[in-house]
């Protein structure tokens, strides 16, 4: 109990701790109704369109597949009351047997014991069992130093970030759509194409306007920013230590490189500031080009966009942020082998064939990689397939998002707070502002800015 209360005081800074989970039933899927199994375990995910799809995906061939045990699902909060809300229902014994999670955000509940280490299960698997995952997905289940077994969720996907772009857009402007094996310079030469196209509103049926945006980019975005601070060739912290380091080994010359970038791409209109613009620029057919992950397809493609799908542009240092989404179990479940079975539905063959159907995945195994049911995956409008497998290249070059189970748990609000805020100042950018604010030079907001993390990282750690 101490070690969660201690958790909770970790994450205070960002969280809401009166929020908790609402409860609620998924009422209008008539698969929800499993009184007749002998077995039934709850599930709680978060409430949104894409997760229902997947989870009723999920639910549905599970039934279809045994008759023991059932599957009904809770709607949880997410945002800044997703830790609070499941340590607050922990804490009452009221977390559900299995629970919606992701690379990023396991971690200080992993390390707490709240979700259980699913080793015990896995050591009775082949030994072969996790080879067929993709590495990086594995690692971002586990915590610093884990073994091969040591996960504390089951990942369900294979999410890296790719871009998106409007092939009418790229069209009207006359801009040739990019190849799979194109780089940074490509792409900011392709934007600055569009971006003279839209200053002289060139085609306004097209989104050709001097309004919009070349690029739909949350550049504070976690997978994003440090994919793209690591093709710089810069990084966020030292190696196995609890010590922020935009600074590697005494030169600060890739960071800077990096968040000179980001201050160019605001200060050009290349790219939208995260304060001002927002995002879903893409979705409203008003940005020729999106960073994404797979999850995200769904909100454009209903909105009818001709959007196709090419890697993440190569740079000096070529290096792609992944990570996925996946479930763990309570660690205080009455069902841990029932739910068991559930998660290792879910990352079967099986399993990931129905998900895939959604539209709304790239497989988790290796082995699916060229199955046709997510590769051929396009939406309803379309007369083409978009290139699916963009989401699956260079696997050689993905590094695992979260950096935060190489950290101290009391780090992992200020790990993402402080480098959000640090991008979002690059972003902000102006001759009056400065870095910063108040005018500030470059080096003056460096400076200050890794003195006030350190700082920070001292008092955690104290």
């Known amino acids: 109990m101490k070690k969660i209360l201690r958790t909770i005081g970790a994450i205070t800074l960002c969280l809401l701790m009166a929020a908790s989970f609402t409860g609620c039933n998924l009422g209008d899927d008539e698969e929800q109704d499993v009184s007749n199994r002998e077995i039934q375990i709850k599930v709680s995910i978060l409430n949104t369109a894409s997760e229902k799809a997947a989870m009723s995906a999920f639910r549905r061939a599970f039934h279809a597949a045994q008759d023991k045990i059932g599957i009904k699902v809770e709607y949880l909060q997410g945002g800044t009351q997703y830790l609070s809300g499941i340590i607050t229902d922990y804490t009452a014994d009221n977390l ?3 629970v919606w999670t992701s690379g990023d955000q396991h971690s200080s509940l992993s390390s707490s014991g709240v979700f259980m280490n699913l080793s015990e299960f896995l050591q009775k698997e082949d030994e072969s069992y996790l080879d067929d995952f993709y590495p990086a997905i594995t690692e971002s289940a586990r915590l610093k130093d884990g073994g091969k077994n040591d996960l504390y969720f089951m990942p369900r996907d294979y999410n890296k970030v790719v871009v998106a772009y409007n092939r009418d857009m790229l069209t009207a402007a006359g801009v040739d759509f990019p190849a799979d094996d194109w780089t940074w310079s490509d792409f900011i030469s392709k934007a600055r194409a569009v971006r003279e196209k839209m200053d002289a509103n060139a085609n306004p049926r097209a989104g050709l306007l001097k309004n919009n945006l070349p690029i739909d980019g949350l550049l504070s975005w976690q997978p994003l920013a440090y994919t793209m601070l690591r093709g710089f060739g810069g990084d966020v912290y030292k190696d196995g230590e609890y010590e922020h380091a935009f600074t590697q080994n005494g030169d600060s010359s890739k960071s800077k490189a990096y968040f000179e ?4 791409l605001a200060v050009d209109r290349l790219s939208g500031i995260d304060t001002h613009d927002g995002s879903g620029l893409f979705a409203a057919h008003s940005a020729a080009f999106a960073f ?5 397809v769904a909100e454009f493609a209903s909105m009818g966009v001709n959007f196709d799908f090419v890697p993440f542009p190569r740079m000096e240092n070529d290096a792609v942020g992944v ?11 009455e069902h841990k082998q ?9 990352a079967s063959k099986e399993g990931q064939e129905a998900f895939a159907l959604t539209g709304a995945e790239v497989p988790v195994r ?6 046709d049911t997510w590769v051929e995956w396009k939406a309803e409008y379309m007369d083409y397939t978009p290139n699916n497998k963009a989401f699956t290249m260079y696997p050689e070059n993905d590094i695992s998002v979260n950096y935060f189970s190489e950290l101290d748990v009391k780090l992992h609000t200020e790990a993402v707070a402080k480098f959000k805020l640090a991008v979002q100042d690059a972003e902000e950018w102006t001759e ?22 350190k700082s920070a990282f001292d008092s955690l750690l104290s």
């Open 96 to 98: 559900a047997d299995i």
């Open 261 to 264: 970038e980001v201050k160019m």
């Open 292 to 296: 994404l992950s797979r999850p995200t």
């Open 323 to 333: 990570g996925c989404v996946g479930y763990a179990i309570s660690a205080k479940s």
């Open 338 to 346: 029932e739910a068991w079975e559930f998660l290792k539905f879910i």
């Open 366 to 371: 290796k082995s699916l990689a060229n199955s």
């Open 432 to 453: 009056t502002r400065g870095w910063g604010g108040g005018g500030a030079s470059y080096e003056s907001w460096f400076a200050s800015t890794e003195n006030t993390i």
